[in-house]
């Protein structure tokens, strides 16, 4: 049984918490909140010990830690958790700051533990078979990515505020993603955004709809959309384009039931938000730790690829606010 | 906790005590197999007791039985556990033999026991979400339904000879599925069928291919297809058509993923087969049993519907014979 | 030029009219109808004469005729049309009678005239496709057919009294349907039928909702639905069910928009009726029949698939009244 | 009956001379080609005059023209007619250069005749479809839209060299449906292109596949993709999202015929090419001049349509080599 410290007794927390539960090779044995109630109550649902983050990471019989608190404390916990040996599973982003992730990456790999970071899309069965559909040859040589990834609905302005902006916070996993599929960095990024939702973002100093553009050095182009607001749902979909064809990854529906009446044929809506879209891809996010843990696999995205990822959202975020394609 | 005995060790044996391991309120305290290593290796992955019918049904601190064992065995166990007190959870059909079913019948609902029959349709929550838009007057007066039920391949000839036939082995789910969704019963039943796929389930004689055509008091009217081999894969599809429009359910896709290129558009196969297609319902008929044990709440398909599905398949298949409708 | 006389100037006979005037290798000479002025309207639009009947077959400059009268002329016409040495295209059916139709087909072939009946389905770019993947083997052997045809409102009781019934005058378009694809006579007909739309229907002694079941002598099955309404338009839809695959053919649809909101994706209802639906077949109708007159070829329907639709219709019709299947 | 000369005999001009015939209110009376064995092939299948321009031009009787002829002649012509007092039809682009394009544009408005602009998305039912979703509201306030358009294969190199590049050749239809549908202009445009499809086109100083991003002054978003290859046909696909949902207009389809079989659900590929696709438009640009001759109605597109769709073409190019969002 591998045992594992839960840090962050949230909403994301307790999704981990429930997937370690049904898993039968992992066990939950500490939980860490700054918000005491809530360690507690998932700590006696789940039959694990509320502790300070010392006392989990000076148990020797402690495997890793899945970190779920706040943005502004992973870097800090990824270092401990480096420092006590632990195997670390972080949700995004690793920090804000480009130099905090520098610095704590830099500890974490000296440490040589299992350093997993949660990507959730890299996880997704239907992404996953998009892209073995591209590794198939399905559509040649990939020339063209659209990437479409639209919010139900704005979060608080309050979250806002301290996500580090759109870019950062929401089309990083696009950034990601747009990596994971491209198989080549970005050399050039070009960003334009606006406030169309609501202006509170704006005033927030963030923006609530952009359009990035995306080119690889051997001229292979990407396009990602964001908004804050889908008033249908989650919109999560990919184009992938080729010399030989393109693949297309459309939206789960709530059912598979078309009513056809009067007013045309209506089919469901795309499922509400990110818990019921990616919900297998938590679950395999755990078992791909697991076998990190157990077997010395490598994670889906580690580390670097948190890096990557935050330096192509800040340099959408300066070409947004330039007017110019940043080139990397 | 609830405590179950498990009748029967085998593949359907499996998933439900696979449900009922991930259950936190049910336990799986006996196994019961003729076959006694298939009982060993299951007792010892779910922790439970390999004992004999009359052990599992003696102990005081057991609530209830699922009957997963060959059908020939299901009425038998179905009375045993009557009489011991037990509720019943068993596997379609409870017999081929409608006289078997109305005796086995008069003693499970003489002991008042929970009785819930396996129909894993009418869990589905795609079925489900059918019915509510059916429910909900999307379609104004339900006029007329179509059922299409493909299985990907057919089951041996062994199984064929003493499954009692296509349509009280195969289309049985389909007769209770139109009972379902028709809310009325049917009156009239024509049966056409014929040996199309494997001339060896014919010499069983058998049928592999078959329409049959349902009539209810009001005039609605239902087409049921079945057929024992469809090569891409669990075909599973329901139209209702009414008054005010139409509602469909498609089948479930093995993806979302559509690959364009010069041949056309291609989008995934249906799900393989049962487990992956009513994975969900076989989930959600153990809760509901276990609804039904701890709250008291009416099974969704209990013992009448089992007999008046066989009844429709005993009318369908003297049908296909005679080649007249017959009236119930 | 081919000149052509066209009998009856009322719906189906101005759509004739209208792709005539559009084709540059024919053209309306002659326009007879027993409502003068309908015929002269037409005439005066697409510069033909308003004749007799006699007249018009008389002129030996006239290659042929369109028979778009009412039912009850048409048998009448081609006889008079064949003794004149006329080709004949004439609407379906040839006559509600089958004793009359042998006996007008008997007199047309004896004839050797250009024999072409409007069966618009076989003309249908969208059928023709489905037909051309099975006689590629797309689908394998085929083994069952599904043919939905629904109108979106019924037409008024008294044209339903004069009718033949929804068997013979509309149901009678997928019999043929069936021929053409399943490529095998049907030897067994069943019927089940009711009146769920509109009572007047039955006290005319009719029926508006009808399942019919084919079998032919191979074991090939066809289940064919129809409804007189359907709210959302025109629901023609093909299922071809084989040992490889299956081959669907969904409606046209008014547009390729879809709007997606807060209530789920609502994509365009199927095109209207069949001035819409078939537009392009009515067009090909008169293709195929200028290239009879012009190079021999053979109709794409003639007199023959006529009788045997009817006879169809006919089974069908005493099926549902005995609740026997009628072996042809 | 509306009188016109046809200028350019080639294959899109063949186009606009065959719904001419069609059309009941209009007659090609001359036909104008550098190439005069084109000209006299479609004069004689029309029974038009081959003529000069000068003699086209001096007749009092015609009414119109439609320049169909290469690209640098289009400002010419358009000049000469409206001098001449002839109402034009002209196929887009007006000219490669912006200034070129004020001049003429000048000498046509002064004249104050009939001006309209060949660009058929804005006459093609679908996208007309959609227009009308959007002016209803159907997806409250747009903020963001997403052309995509792939055509099927590379025209030659040849071509490439005089087409002006592919902003000014291909994406200017682009340009103008974003106009259309934003319902503002644009006042920020970012390019970024490669050549990916074949070298040769590189070679020439052009790109194959470009994305562009625009921004009005509101703050609506509009990203268009364009490729010269797909090898599944003429991709012409459109998104517009908003504040209450989203509108997408699909491929129009070869048929609406989809086999399924081991590898899959396959459907039909979307229409080749735009003789295929805007067929419907093609007509319904011609009904719209035929309705500025006879009834001084509006042209769809005109004059100023081609200057400002340039104007974001040049934007475009510019940005492509300077990597700078450029400002309009």
Same mark, same amino acid.
């Given at each position: 049984m591998i045992n594992l410290c839960l840090f962050g007794a949230g909403r994301i927390g307790s999704i981990h918490a429930n997937n370690v539960a049904r898993?039968?090779?992992? /066990?939950?044995a500490y939980i860490v909140d700054a918000y005491q109630p809530a360690a507690e109550e998932l700590a006696k649902k789940y039959d694990a010990k509320v502790v300070s983050v010392e006392e989990a990471l000076a148990d020797p019989e402690l495997h890793g830690v899945i970190i779920a608190s706040s943005t502004n404390t992973h870097a800090n916990l990824m270092e401990l958790s480096a420092k006590a040996g632990k195997a670390i599973f972080c949700e995004k982003? &690793?920090? @804000?700051?480009v130099e905090r992730v520098r610095e704590c990456l830099a500890i974490v790999n000296e440490s040589k533990v299992v350093c997993s970071i949660g990507f959730n899309r890299r996880y997704d069965p239907q992404f996953n078979a998009l892209k073995e559909s591209l590794d198939a040859g399905k &559509?040649? /040589? @990939?020339e063209m990515l659209t990437i479409t990834s639209r919010d139900p609905s704005p979060p608080p302005v309050e979250y806002i505020e301290v996500s580090g902006g759109l870019f950062r916070d929401m089309m990083i996993h696009d950034f990601d993603l747009a990596r994971w599929l491209l198989g080549e960095e970005p050399v050039e990024v070009f960003a334009t955004a606006s406030c169309q939702v609501d202006p509170a973002i704006g005033e927030a100093g963030d923006v609530d709809t952009a359009l990035v553009t995306l080119k690889t050095a051997s001229g292979k182009l990407c396009q990602i959309s964001n908004s804050r607001r889908a008033v249908y749902g989650y919109d999560q979909r990919i184009e992938a384009f080729g010399s030989q064809g393109m693949a297309q990854v459309g939206n789960q529906l709530e059912s598979q039931v078309t009513v056809t009446g009067e007013k045309g044929s209506t089919a469901a809506k795309p499922q509400f938000f990110f818990l019921e879209r990616y919900e297998a891809a938590y679950r395999l996010e755990l078992d791909n730790f697991v076998a990190c843990i157990r077997d010395g696999v490598q994670p889906v995205a580690s580390g670097i690829d948190g890096l990557q990822s935050l330096l192509l959202a800040e340099a959408a975020l300066e070409s947004s606010r330039t007017g110019k394609a940043v080139n990397l």
């Open positions: 898993h039968s090779e992992v /066990n939950i982003p &690793v920090d @804000l700051s &559509v040649g /040589n @990939l």
